[in-house]
């Protein structure tokens, strides 16, 4: 079992940065892939970015390759997301996923827990 809980949303300027932390518990966290999706308003629940165990595998969906970063750090039981040059079709509400296996996926189907979620904000 993996309780996620995400910070570090908020309302941006266009071209602005934010950083998104996802502190989890639970035994399992340094075994999972970890991954962000996020859901716009009418919108179905998109991929982000995942990160496998160890953080040696990378995949980022296409709306946000070259602008945003995704890591983690097991010693803090934390997945961040890093997202620099932000623009208004970011933003949406931001959820942090685990995953049940060491490599990540990129379809939600795969992770079974989930955060909260953050909202992201960015003005025009």
């Known amino acids: 079992q993996v309780q996620l809980v995400e910070s570090g949303g908020g309302l941006v300027q266009a071209g602005g940065s934010l950083r998104l932390s996802c502190a989890a518990s639970g035994r399992t966290f340094s075994s999972s892939a970890m991954g962000w999706f996020r859901q716009a308003p009418g919108k179905e629940r998109e991929f982000v970015a995942a990160i496998s165990w160890l953080g040696g595998t990378i995949y980022y969906g296409d709306p946000v390759k070259g602008r945003f970063t995704i890591s983690r750090d097991n010693a803090k039981r934390t997945v961040y997301l890093q997202m620099n040059s932000l623009k208004p079709d970011d933003t949406a509400i931001y959820y942090c996923?685990?995953?049940?296996?060491?490599?990540?996926?990129?379809?939600?189907?795969?992770?079974?827990?989930w955060g909260q979620g953050t909202q992201v904000t960015v003005s025009s």
């Open positions: 996923a685990a995953g049940q296996d060491r490599r990540p996926q990129t379809t939600s189907t795969f992770y079974p827990y």
